[in-house]
């Protein structure tokens, strides 16, 4: 099993920037390809961001593209999203998640989660 805690969430004004961290656990981290994804109060959780196990390759729904941005550190078994020019549509609750491999996944087919971070954007 693969743990993973995510941090850094919280509130923030419109336009304000967050930095959210995903540290894991239990698994060679770099064996595995990371997402971020997000769910809003009475919506389906979406895909936000995606990185390949070396960070070389990255992913970005278009609503967050020139925003949001993924990295990771293999040393530190860390994959991070800063998150710029928030917007009160990125509120919701954000989510890590590990699949084996060197994909990059946009949908929710991973093989192991975080328990979720509340991010609030105001207006």
């Known amino acids: 099993q693969m743990q993973l805690v995510e941090s850094g969430g919280g509130w923030v004004q419109g336009g304000g920037s967050l930095k959210l961290s995903c540290v894991t656990s239990g698994r060679t981290f770099s064996s595995y390809a990371m997402g971020w994804f997000r769910q809003a109060p009475g919506k389906e959780r979406e895909f936000v961001a995606a990185?390949?196990?070396?960070?070389?390759?990255?992913y970005y729904a278009e609503s967050v593209k020139g925003r949001f941005t993924i990295s990771r550190d293999n040393a530190k078994n860390t994959v991070y999203l800063q998150m710029n020019n928030l917007k009160p549509e990125d509120t919701a609750v954000y989510y890590c998640a590990a699949e084996y491999g060197n994909g990059l996944v946009t949908t929710t087919n991973y093989d192991y989660w975080g328990q979720g971070i509340q991010v609030t954007v105001s207006s």
């Open positions: 990185i390949n196990w070396s960070g070389g390759r990255t």
